[in-house]
Every structure is written in C-alpha cells, then in structure tokens.
C-alpha cells in the first residue's frame, strides 16, 4: 500500500526578537557559565598573521535611529586571502585566525567593533581576484531574514576598481554604501537599512 504524503504548512515568520542574544551571546546578557566567553568574541592572537585592524561602526533603521539590540557577524579571509574553512583547497589558512567574529551592538551607543586583520585578496568564481572584503550578517528584532552585506576598503582604490561584485552593482552612487572609512588603524562602517543612505544588502 502506497504511504499519502502530507505537506506540511509553511512556519509563521518571526523576528528575532529577544532571544537572540540570550542564545547566541549569554554573557554579554548577563548568563554566566554557560561558555567561558560567548562564541566570537576573539578572533586574532598575538600570533595572527597581517595588518591588525579594527572594524567599527553603528546600524540605523529607515528613521535614522540607531538599533541597539542588533547582532553582528562577520566572515572574512585571513591576511593571504584563505578562508578558515574545509572547503578552502587553495592552501592553509593562518591556524592563529577565525575568520569568524560576532557582536552585539552595544545598549548604549549601538556600536559593534571587531578586532581582525585586513584580509587578503581572494578570486572570484571566474578567477578574478576579489578587493579585500569582510561579509556581514545583521540580525536584529523586526528582521525576519538576516541581512548580508559586505565591508570594502576605501583605502583599496584599484582593487576596489577591479572587484566582480562592485562592479556588478547598477547604481554606481550606492557602492560606497559599502566602503568603510580608515581612521588610523580603525574602518568605520555604518549599516543604513533603509532611506536615502540605504546599504546594498546581497540576496544569498
């Protein structure tokens, strides 16, 4: 006898309310003992290899109004281009670097800041190289799919030039939406989820 299958009912959509700190950060809510630090914090050591950098900024709703309750991760290559990852079969990547860092925005100021490295230059699907860039993730209450962008650096004019996915956006006024700021060793990068200053976000 042939089994009837039953399709299930796609679940409600829901924000992230709360409860993603309490998960993904406990102690920077307040839930000690769970993990000695909460997963992300530190992504360099006094061996890392390439230029230490820090990464800062703040994101704002369409209002302009600074989230405070936002959570940030990022993903980037080390200081050779190479991805901390099983799937990176170019070479090893540096042993002293994550590659992955995650920040709660401050419930003060509603600022993320991560301590990393410039990455290098990694190529694109067609073997371009890509300019040296961090991918972001934003969650935060109201945002029903995380949100993912990408930091370039305004201070890599001609890899910046070159790169396959600036160069595939159709409004050349939005692309520095994407480019952060240096300030001595510091890249400030604010995040506009909405309004005239809007970020361009990747459908991935």
């Given amino acids: 006898?042939?089994?009837?299958?039953?399709?299930?009912?796609?679940?409600?959509?829901?924000?992230?309310?709360?409860?993603?700190?309490?998960?993904?950060?406990p102690n920077f809510s307040g839930i000690t003992g769970v993990y000695e630090t909460d997963l992300g914090v530190a992504m360099v050591n006094n061996k890392?290899?390439?230029?230490?950098?820090?990464?800062?900024?703040?994101?704002?709703?369409?209002t302009g109004t600074v989230l405070r309750d936002a959570l940030v991760e990022?993903?980037?290559?080390?200081a050779k281009g190479l991805y901390n990852?099983?799937?990176?079969?170019?070479?090893?990547?540096?042993?002293?670097?994550?590659?992955?860092?995650?920040c709660p925005t401050d419930m003060e100021t509603g600022e993320y800041v991560f301590d990393t490295i410039k990455p290098g230059r990694v190529?694109?699907?067609?073997?371009?190289?890509?300019?040296?860039h961090v991918t972001?993730?934003?969650?935060?209450?109201?945002?029903?799919?995380?949100?993912q962008t990408r930091l370039y650096f305004a201070d890599e004019e001609v890899a910046n030039a070159e790169d396959p996915v600036l160069l595939?956006?159709?409004?050349?006024?939005?692309?520095?939406?994407?480019?952060?700021?240096?300030?001595?060793?510091?890249?400030?990068?604010?995040?506009?989820?909405?309004?005239e200053k809007e970020t361009v976000f990747f459908d991935i």
């Fill in 123 to 132: 190529p694109y699907k067609d073997g371009r190289l890509m300019a040296p």
């Fill in 136 to 147: 972001l993730l934003i969650v935060a209450r109201g945002i029903n799919i995380g949100l």
């Fill in 74 to 78: 990022i993903w980037q290559a080390d």
């Fill in 48 to 62: 890392t290899l390439g230029e230490r950098i820090t990464l800062r900024g703040r994101i704002f709703d369409g």
């Fill in 1 to 25: 006898m042939v089994q009837s299958l039953g399709f299930l009912k796609e679940t409600p959509s829901q924000t992230a309310g709360p409860y993603v700190h309490i998960g993904c950060t």
């Fill in 85 to 102: 990852s099983p799937s990176e079969m170019r070479g090893a990547a540096d042993t002293n670097f994550t590659g992955w860092g995650r």
């Fill in 168 to 195: 595939r956006i159709e409004h050349r006024n939005r692309v520095p939406t994407l480019l952060a700021r240096k300030d001595g060793s510091t890249f400030h990068f604010d995040i506009h989820l909405q309004g």
